[in-house]
């Protein structure tokens, strides 16, 4: 098919069945937008690139993108998700034959909702430290998997179908070794969800208590003990994303959006004349801009073909940015930071922010463990020791 | 001489591949010809400048880069400038190429320059002066005064003075030049005191775009120098062992090396936006220069400084080629103007737009 016919059909599909959306979605849980994503799916929109008996179309990445920016022309969601959605990748790349078939075609649609069982009140840098366990249960017993532990950090808990789950299936190996990727139904006793209040007085996150929770066995995602390697390809899409994105402020207040706020502020506060304020909003305003050209950069880098370093400095970048236009903002307002609640939305917007900033400096993998990232995986400089690498988990000490 | 405002033909931008050629060539020559040693070579000479070298650039095309086709030169644009100066800012080459593509810009068909066989040195006086203490005025028929830090006047044929009243020239031979002690050796300025009939070449229009060509190539030299200090820095930090272990496996050096990938990638990334917007004549073009020159500046410096202080002693020494980086990268953030008050002119520039 050539690029043209392509086009044609893309955008005559989209002429013949895009009619908008319902105005509301939440980006965890049931998706309202599936009837729509479903559609797109059955028409191998929604995973271009893949095989046509898996969903796709099988197209080259040049011929996706003319799918992508068909949607996007429009404003219809759900195609590229090849590129973009993390469960059903990771479900594509790692999910045994049976479930996968079920499961990736409901990913697809957003019919499923999901969050990630990854981090431990004892496991936060130090991912592979996790201890929530899961036990075979012996075959003669109905087979299947038996989980206990405590999970956090855990978005959409609440609403989810499935968590995406690394539990220790054995002990007796080093930590790396004896980890395993499951998909955790979330609807059953035994799995239990508490809001966590965060910093900024919000709760977007929970904690999630298991106690001997059911997998069934073809939950199992890649080998048995072979979770470390699963989790790498999921933790790179989010980190990436995380790069791209941050919230802004929470009220909407204190000018207009985008790479200027800083300067309408600036501005209503009256201090835009003053030569050490100015220094401070330019520098500022010029890390989110290098952000900016950075990413591009890279991007077409990689559409050239060429490996570009930069993709993985973006999240580093981006808690600079944040805190620093939270420290400027603070700055600008002075002593009407004090002030909280919604007759002081400038206030409310740079103590948020200047909390917010740390969902990215510390979610995702902290800043200076990013930083380890670049150094040995982008620069090549070698590892730090670890005394518990080679050590049986059993022996590791916590705590 | 014609109205750089009337040049005929648009700058050309070459394909990727062309530009990956040009870059490949320049960078052998380079390799070849301005090793470390080279570059010792030349900073201890009396004039800084290699004839030879000189030469080889200006048969590759490089003195000529961006001259119009029609006056003997590549006729390329800024984008090309920036990446040839980035080979350039890489291994410290000293030779008058920023100088000579500023006169490009404000002469097209300046006599001698395209071939290399004249030099031209750029004051920049008024407006857009940045150096303290200059004193030139135009006044009934005559240009008299000095103009001060000019960079390249000690080698130069041509001495053009870019200020509000037009662009003048001046054959060296008429000026009293007086080199300056300047401590980056690869970047040599001379103070030139003039008395001379105003010959005008250009009007002062020519002025400020010239000035953007200078700050974007000067960008561009940055941007590469930082790579390549930072690409030295990382591969000491892999082969120096103390305590049993590289010293790069230590986090205390990792992150001070990821932190300068950030800078010398966002510098990079600025040069390169700079010189395309400026090819384009883009409406933003004034903000994206504004940025690369302190974005570029502030980079090198703290690449090269960081850099040093990852090395350890050994960088403390004359023979390491580690200090010549920062000497460049501090001469860089003073040339044309330092960091602050191109963050002030940035935020003027977006305040323009907003």
């Known amino acids: ?92 790349a790692h999910a045994a034959d049976g479930f996968r078939e079920e499961i990736v075609p409901r990913l697809l649609a957003g019919e499923v909702g999901m969050c990630l069982l990854y981090s431990e009140p004892g496991a936060g840098s130090d991912l592979a430290a996790i201890r929530t366990r899961a036990d075979k249960v012996p075959d003669e017993e109905g087979g299947g998997w038996r989980v206990t532990g405590q999970k956090v950090w855990t978005s959409g808990a609440a609403v989810a179908d499935y968590g995406m789950l690394i539990a220790r299936t054995d002990w007796d190996v080093p930590k790396h070794r004896g980890i395993s990727f499951f998909f955790l139904p979330m609807k059953q006793p035994g799995v239990e969800v508490r809001p966590l209040r965060q910093i900024t007085d919000e709760a977007h996150f929970n904690e999630v208590f298991i106690t001997d929770a059911f997998v069934p066995d073809d939950h199992l995602l890649g080998p048995l003990n072979g979770g470390w390697g699963v989790l790498q390809t999921a933790l790179a899409y989010e980190r990436s994303v995380m790069g791209d994105a941050a919230r802004g402020p929470r009220s909407g207040a204190g000018g207009p959006k985008g790479d200027h706020s800083l300067l309408g502020l600036a501005r209503e506060a009256g201090r835009i004349d003053d030569p050490v304020v100015r220094q401070q909003v330019a520098q500022a305003i010029a890390w989110r801009t290098l952000n900016r050209l950075n990413t591009a950069r890279a991007k077409a880098e990689l559409a050239q073909g060429t490996s570009s370093p930069i993709m993985s400095l973006g999240k580093l970048a981006m808690s600079r940015i944040l805190h620093e236009e939270a420290r400027v903002r603070t700055l600008l307002l002075g002593a009407e930071s004090l002030l909280q ?59 | 001489m014609t109205d750089t ?112 066989e004249r030099i031209a040195a750029v004051a920049f006086t008024g407006r857009h002066g940045w150096a303290p203490g200059d004193t030139v005025a135009v006044a009934g028929g005559r240009i008299t005064g000095t103009a001060r830090f000019v960079a390249d006047a000690a080698i130069a044929d041509t001495i053009l003075i870019a200020g509000d009243d037009g662009v003048f020239a001046i054959e060296a031979a008429d000026a009293r030049i007086t080199p300056l002690p300047v401590f980056d050796r690869t970047r040599r300025m001379a103070d030139v005191a003039i008395d001379a009939p105003a010959r005008q070449v250009a009007d002062a229009a020519a002025v400020a775009p010239a000035r953007d060509i200078g700050v974007v190539a000067l960008a561009g030299e940055q941007a590469g120098g930082a790579r390549r200090m930072l690409e030295m820095t990382v591969a000491y930090a892999r082969e120096r062992h103390q305590f049993g272990r590289a010293i790069g496996s230590f986090q205390a050096i990792k992150h001070m090396a990821a932190d300068l990938l950030l800078e010398s990638e966002s510098a990079t990334s600025a040069a390169r936006d700079a010189a395309q917007q400026v090819a384009e ?58 960091s602050d008050g191109w963050r002030d002119r940035y935020l003027t520039a977006l305040e323009a737009q907003a």
């Not at chain 1, 965890?28 to 059955?42: H, I, Q, Y």
């Not at chain 1, 690139?49 to 022309?73: H, K, M, T, Y």
């Not at chain 2, 990956?20 to 080279?38: H, K, P, Q, W």
């Not at chain 2, 409406?283 to 040093?308: E, M, P």
């Open chain 1, 1 to 92: 098919m050539t690029d043209d016919e392509l086009r044609a059909e893309v955008e005559g599909w989209l002429a013949e069945h895009w009619r908008g959306l319902p105005a509301h979605h939440e980006s965890f849980g049931r998706d309202p937008r599936s009837e729509w994503l479903g559609k797109v799916r059955d028409a191998g929109w929604a995973v271009p690139r893949w095989p046509v008996d898996r969903w796709g179309r099988g197209l080259s990445n040049e011929q996706a993108r003319i799918v992508e920016r068909a949607f996007a022309a429009v404003g219809a969601p759900g195609a590229g998700q090849d590129r973009s959605n993390l469960w059903a990748n990771t479900a594509l």
């Open chain 1, 341 to 399: 609640g919604p007759d002081h939305p400038r206030a409310e917007d740079a103590n948020f922010l200047a909390l917010n900033a740390y969902f990215t400096s510390i979610g995702g993998g902290t800043d200076q463990i990013q930083r380890n990232i670049i150094g040995e995986r982008v620069l090549g400089l070698p590892r730090e020791p670890e005394v518990d690498r080679a050590l049986p988990f059993r022996e590791v000490r916590a705590g």
């Open chain 2, 5 to 116: 405002l009337l040049r005929p033909v648009p700058p050309a931008t070459l394909t990727h591949d062309e530009r990956s050629a040009l870059v490949d060539s320049v960078r052998r020559l380079l390799a070849d010809r301005c090793t470390e040693g080279d570059v010792r070579r030349i900073i201890d000479s009396d004039s800084g400048h290699d004839r030879a070298l000189w030469r080889a650039l200006a048969d590759l095309g490089i003195a000529g880069l961006t001259v119009p086709e029609a006056h003997g030169g590549a006729g390329l644009a800024a984008t090309e400038l920036e990446l040839v100066m980035e080979e350039a800012g890489a291994v410290l080459l000293p030779a008058p190429l920023i100088s000579g593509a500023i006169a490009a810009a404000l002469v097209p068909d300046l006599d001698g320059l395209a071939a290399g």
């Open chain 2, 281 to 338: 004549r883009s409406a933003s073009a004034d903000a994206a220069v504004a940025l690369a020159a302190f974005a570029c500046a502030d980079a090198f410096v703290r690449v090269a400084k960081d850099g040093i202080q990852m090395h350890g002693g050994i960088a403390f020494t004359w023979d390491h080629p580690a200090h010549l980086y920062l000497r460049r990268a501090r001469s860089g953030a003073q040339l044309f103007g330092d």
